[in-house]
């Protein structure tokens, strides 16, 4: 038989028991609504996999009996006896077609369009009367009568639950069904005896051993595991025991039953994906769609509990990727898309879970039918409705009873789908969320926490206490201090290392975790933390760097020593402690003792935290910073080489994905026409190729009719920070270095690639800029140069004010600001730079400062003009190294001392 | 009484019933704790302390396989902590699915108490007692305090929260 099938019989099987039971309690309580749910969901799943293993009997009669339930749910129906009679029915008739099923691996011959009337009828308020059903025949009157009676009664002596009518070529085999219900029980011996072969064949297969069991396992494993140490402490001391051989041979024996335990509980992801690529195919034929199934990461462990569970909402999200998220093949034609809709699923570990991403390259999803769906069923208030984001509105499908389907199909539509998704994923305690961009497709990102599984784990020492971090976040180890090249250097008190160049923040484990009054305090547990560390101290010795990375933050963790990379069970950690950011689980070591699972996505929170601590003292401490920190809106992104790349998001006109179809190139550039234009597409990282399909995200940059676009590999986020170039860069194209959440980011200088394509790029442009004091006042009517000159004189270590008009830079002087330069364009409207450089020199507040011009301009006779008009001096707005050159200049003649 | 669930004490009038308690001394005060919640009494061995816990978590150690979380009662009751080498117990309990153990002194006998020996928190009582207290029992030549489990280990959810 099929193992497909197999899996489905055992699990209805098991489907059904629990129904019989939840009718059962529902009947006597019809007003529960999480009964009602559960039972629901529990058909609704049979007959979602009825109609992928192409049984059609099962999923029709699965599919009315749905239907009754969905008006109970609903509240459409009441619930009657007579009613849930006909439910047990339809379930009792599911069994026996199962039976069937199980000896023959096919559906009886016939159908059962009786039963399906009468539940169809059911479903049209035919049945709700008290006891005063409407059935379409006298035949099925008596059946159902006797159902009832038999139901009350609890106690049947005569075998049934199938309209006997349907199945007559099989009498014996309707009698033998192994799934004994309190409604069937089969009284002939013989068939008993024929039932406990049937059986065994179907379990022989595979055995379902119940979890506990295999955790009461896995603890008399790790029982053993620590008896066996501790005898091998014992033998250790002396060499010619006559233990030491059968110790050995004891030691290799729990070893590998340790393993084998342990392999009982993970089961690779693709196990639970082996179904889908039948189900893809069965539902591209049923809805007319071309699908290509993409499977990533198959191999990703996962703990066999945490997998059961993820099954079936995996399975129902990739049906809604398929039914919902895909277009038709008509309209993805229309679209210009691909016929064959993607849809691809993905698992790996990231920080401490395990992701599944399933992603299809469909419609997206319908913020508006959405919102309408909200609004008819009333979960929000219009008004509330309107402030809510788009992926807010989003998340709505996972509520109970919504579907945006048109539509109900048999593979998908009641709405039940996404709201089980979440139940079942929330049970396990992991999350889920999405992102869809109407058009282009949506992704489903289930988020798993790693409690039950096993990990690779490093070792590590700290202030005397061991700790492991999970292998995965754990990129390199450097070893510092003592005898290394690399060595821990301090500002204000945060210790950075140097590592290829750039700064890696650092964050020292025995600091973090106040280990050190751990250690000074006789109680081992007092907590009040010890403020001031002595910086030097952690130079001292030889200490190692855990270079970790969460998300795009990298940062290196402190610690005293490194030892293994061991393998880990995850154990939760106690819920009196899972508030701790810090830890992600507890596990025993080989040794029997307990340690803490470091959680570096905890770590890194901290030291985001520590930094913003510091940002913040220092503008308390240093009055003269009066004018704060500015921060900067970036946007992160990723060309060529593996390092992020920053540029202030304010030069940015718009973010665009073009298609790579529409990218031509000519004379040597690639361009494409946007918005009636062409705009010349550079590539960020000179070496690197467009991407040859798909689309391509382009940063386009626009000031007045000229645009140029450049092309990045992935946007990566938008982050608000301050601005701190810590590092300028020769480099053509960058600015320099900073680190931005982290982590080491090239912030790209965009006047580097504007001047390369498009020479004239700042003719016109009219700017004025002015310094003072190591603070530089920079007047520019174009917010694009204000944008770019600002990140650019900052990275030469000058506090940089910018402003738009001359009465603005007036404005600050009337006010008593105090800049040490200024640097102005010249032309502007309304007061242009000239004008500027005659009012500032008229007045004394300002008389003396030094004044450059910045212009496209360059002619002598231009540069007289300025002169007179009190420029000291003229450079460029294309050169910006002159600039530079000529700040430093100007400023170190004027000695200022700041 | 043999029939009470373990997971109902907490809402039983103490002074109608007679239940089995086991005695225990912390900090020279001897408390009682239904037998019915105890799974164990083990002596605490290699306890890893857990960072940035709060002060009434020792750590958490391996009890046979599964992880144990201690809590150190004399903190909870804000008694001085324990001297180095001083003797101490745990006592094993299951709350929630997940395994305890309260760090105490020492274990005596058990004690089958009836409820007229019963009294509820004295007025008097400092606040922090009479949150991990249920009530005393008045024995012959001393008092027994009723250590209150669910809201021993219940400390840190509410301060979480």
């Known amino acids: 038989m099929d193992d497909l099938l197999s899996e489905f019989l055992t699990e209805t099987a098991e489907n059904l028991e629990v129904l019989d039971v939840e009718l059962i309690t529902f009947e006597k309580s019809p007003n529960d609504k999480t009964i009602l749910n559960n039972i629901f969901r529990l058909v609704h799943t049979i007959k979602g996999t009825c109609g992928f293993l192409d049984l059609p009997r099962l999923e029709a009669v699965a599919h009315v009996a749905e239907t009754v339930l969905g008006k109970f749910r609903d509240g459409v129906l009441t619930v009657t006896p007579a009613a849930v009679t006909l439910i047990l029915e339809s379930l009792d008739q599911i069994k026996e077609l199962l039976a069937y099923l199980e000896h023959n691996a096919s559906e009886p011959e016939g159908d059962d369009k009786d039963l399906i009337a009468r539940l169809t009828l059911a479903a049209e308020g035919g049945l709700s009367g008290e006891g005063s059903e409407a059935p379409s025949t006298a035949h099925t009157e008596t059946d159902a009568e006797a159902l009832e009676r038999a139901f009350e009664e609890a106690e049947v002596d005569v075998p049934f639950g199938v309209t006997a009518d349907v199945l007559e070529n099989d009498e014996t085999e309707n009698e033998e069904t192994p799934l004994t219900s309190s409604l069937s029980k089969p009284t002939d011996q013989s068939s008993s005896v024929q039932e406990k072969n049937l059986e065994s064949s179907l379990k022989n297969q595979s055995i379902r051993v119940n979890v506990d069991i295999l955790e009461h396992l896995m603890t008399m494993v790790s029982e053993l595991v620590l008896t066996r140490n501790q005898l091998l402490q014992m033998v250790r001391g002396n060499e010619d025991s006559e233990f030491k051989v059968p110790m050995q041979r004891l030691s290799n024996v729990t070893a590998e039953l340790q393993d084998a335990v342990m392999k009982t509980r993970m089961q690779p992801i693709g196990n639970a994906w082996k179904k889908l690529p039948r189900i893809i195919r069965d539902i591209s034929q049923d809805l007319d769609k071309k699908i290509e199934l993409n499977m990533q990461g198959a191999e990703t462990e996962l703990d066999r509990q945490v997998l059961e569970l993820i099954k079936d909402p995996l399975t129902h999200m990739v049906r809604n990727s398929c039914d919902h998220g895909l277009e038709s093949l008509e309209k993805r034609r229309e679209l210009g898309k691909p016929e064959a809709g993607q849809v691809t699923l993905r698992a790996y570990h990231e920080g401490g879970h395990i992701i599944i991403e399933i992603e299809d390259d469909g419609q997206g999803l319908d913020v508006e039918r959405i919102k309408e769906k909200i609004l008819s069923k009333d979960l929000v208030p219009a008004a509330e409705l309107e402030t809510m984001s788009e992926q807010q509105i989003q998340r709505f499908i996972f509520n109970p009873g919504f579907s945006t389907a048109e539509k109900v199909t048999s593979v998908s539509g009641r709405g039940v789908g996404m709201d089980v998704v979440r139940t079942n994923i929330e049970v396990i305690g992991g999350s889920i969320d999405l992102r869809s961009v109407a058009g282009k497709g949506s992704i489903f990102i289930i988020k798993i926490p790693l409690t039950l599984a096993i990990v690779s784990a490093l070792l590590v020492d700290s202030g005397g206490f061991k700790f492991a971090i999970p292998q995965l976040s754990v990129v390199e180890l450097v070893r510092s201090g003592a005898g290394s090249d690399s060595v821990i250097e301090c500002v204000n008190k945060t210790q950075l290392l140097r590592l290829r160049n750039r700064l890696l923040p650092l964050i020292t484990l025995s600091e973090l975790l106040g280990l050190e009054n751990i250690n000074s305090d006789a109680a081992p547990h007092d907590n009040e933390v010890n403020e001031e560390i002595a910086p030097t101290k952690t130079q001292s010795k030889a200490q190692f760097v855990v270079v970790t990375q969460v998300g795009p933050q990298r940062f290196g963790i402190v610690v005293d020593n490194v030892f293994d990379t061991e393998e880990i069970v995850v154990k939760p950690v106690s819920s009196i402690l899972r508030h701790l950011p810090t830890y992600s689980g507890t596990t025993i070591l080989g040794d029997g003792s307990v340690i803490m699972i470091i959680d570096p996505a905890g770590i890194a929170a901290k030291v985001d935290s520590h930094e913003s601590d510091d940002a913040e003292n220092k503008v308390d401490a240093v009055t003269h910073f009066d004018r704060g920190m500015d921060t900067t809106s970036l946007l992160i992104f990723k060309a060529g080489s593996g390092e992020s790349k920053a540029v202030p998001l304010s030069l940015i006109t718009r973010l665009e994905e073009i298609a790579v179809g529409d990218i031509e190139p000519s004379n040597g550039q690639n361009l494409v026409q946007y918005r009636g234009r062409l705009m010349p597409i550079v590539h960020v990282s000179p070496g690197a190729t467009l991407k040859n399909e798909g689309r391509q995200p382009v940063l386009v940059f626009a000031d007045g009719e000229r645009s140029l676009g450049l092309a990045v590999d992935e946007i990566v986020d938008i982050v608000e920070e301050t601005l701190d170039i810590e590092m300028a860069s020769q480099q053509p194209g960058l600015i320099g270095s900073a680190v931005l959440k982290e982590k080491a980011t090239e912030i790209i200088d965009v006047s580097h690639y504007l001047t390369q394509h498009q020479s004239n790029w700042f003719d016109n442009t009219s700017d004025s800029t002015k310094i003072s004091s190591r603070r530089i006042l920079l007047v520019d009517d174009s917010a694009f140069f204000r944008n770019m000159m600002k990140p650019l004189i900052s990275a030469a270590g000058y506090d940089v004010t910018a402003v738009e008009t001359a009465s603005e830079a007036l404005d600050l002087r009337d006010k008593g600001a105090a800049f040490d330069l200024v640097i102005s364009d010249i032309e502007m409207p309304e007061t242009d730079g000239l004008a500027l450089a005659r009012a500032i020199r008229q007045d004394d507040k300002w008389g003396e400062v030094p004044l450059v011009a910045l212009t496209s301009n360059t002619s002598a006779e231009d540069e007289e003009k300025g002169f007179e008009a009190g420029f000291h001096k003229y450079v460029s707005k294309t050169d910006r190294s002159a600039l530079i050159d000529i700040i430093h200049e100007t400023l170190t003649v004027k000695g200022s001392a700041a | ?161």
């Open chain 2, 1 to 161: 009484m043999t029939d009470i669930n373990p997971e109902n004490l907490g809402g039983l009038d103490l002074s109608s019933i007679t239940l089995d308690y086991v005695t225990m001394t912390i900090g020279g005060q001897l408390f009682g704790v239904p037998v019915l919640l105890i799974h164990d009494v083990f002596s605490p061995a290699s306890i890893t302390p857990v960072p940035l816990s709060g002060n009434e978590i020792s750590g958490v150690l391996n009890l046979r396989g599964r992880i144990v979380t201690a809590i150190e009662t004399r903190k909870c009751l804000g008694l001085p902590h324990r001297d180095t080498g001083e003797a101490s117990m745990a006592i094993g309990i299951e709350m929630g699915g997940e395994s305890f153990g309260l760090i105490i002194d020492s274990v005596g006998e058990v004690l089958t108490l009836s409820g007229d020996m019963y009294e509820p928190n004295p007025a008097n009582l400092d606040e922090c007692w009479r949150q991990a207290s249920k009530g005393v029992y008045r024995l012959d030549d001393k008092l027994l305090v009723v250590l209150d489990v669910e809201k021993l280990l219940n400390f840190n959810q509410s301060l979480a929260a």
